[in-house]
T-cell receptor
């Protein structure tokens, strides 16, 4: 069963705009990860944020984590057409014996 | 490193036939995962290995599915007999850090069972 739930399911924006995707989860976690999947390809790891971190940056990506609300957000700034993909959050539990992926957010960036 | 390698990339077979999917993890990674992705169920973990030993196969849908890892550089996922509902994209992933840490995915095998 899925642990993370992404919101929205689909997002369409213009190139240059920012894209924000959210992830909610149910149980306590050790970390939360975001992955990208281009059509017909495997998942690519983007960023990992640990439960004791609140914010992390990587290039145009900014991830926040609020463990009290059991939620995370992924912000992509100055989006490009090449950012068009599905984005998944995955939670790593404390017992570290499982990792669950959400259903994903389908992002379309129009040139 | 070439990353995680999967073969074949596409497989079309008829119901009842045996299907074998193959995976070569990244060298040095001691965790290997098999996932299945469908529109209806999303990405599901089927089984994972640590140091070639199956640790959790609770995600394997039924006895028709089996997985092996005879050595650190090779794993197979077998479906026998195959059914149309097995049609999906099957991904292999590997990690050096553990189950809940960064995983590196292969390109997937797109399976169609007619």
């Amino acid at each position: 069963s899925q642990q993370g739930e992404e919101d929205p399911q689909a997002l369409s924006i213009q190139e240059g705009e920012n894209a924000t995707m959210n992830c909610s989860y149910k149980t306590s976690i050790n970390n939360l990860q975001w992955y990208r999947q281009n059509s017909g390809r495997g998942l690519v790891h983007l960023i990992l944020i640990r439960s004791n971190e609140r914010e992390k940056h990587s290039g145009r990506l900014r991830v926040t984590l609020d463990t009290s609300k059991k939620s995370s957000s992924l912000l992509i700034t100055a989006s490009r057409a090449a950012d068009t993909a599905s984005y998944f959050c995955a939670t790593g539990p404390y017992n570290n014996n499982d990792m669950r992926f959400g259903a994903g957010t389908r992002l379309t960036v129009k040139p | 490193d070439a990353g995680v390698i999967q073969s074949p990339r596409h497989e079309v077979t008829e119901m009842g036939q045996e299907v074998t999917l193959r995976c070569k993890p990244i060298s040095g990674h001691d965790y290997l995962f098999w996932y299945r992705q469908t529109m209806m169920r999303g990405l599901e973990l089927l089984i994972y290995f640590n140091n070639n030993v199956p640790i959790d196969d609770s995600g394997m849908p039924e006895d028709r599915f089996s997985a092996k890892m005879p050595n650190a550089s090779f794993s197979t996922l077998k479906i026998q007999p195959s059914e149309p509902r097995d049609s999906a994209v099957y991904f292999c992933a590997s990690s050096s850090s553990g189950v809940g840490e960064t995983q590196y995915f292969g390109p997937g095998t797109r399976l169609l069972v007619l």
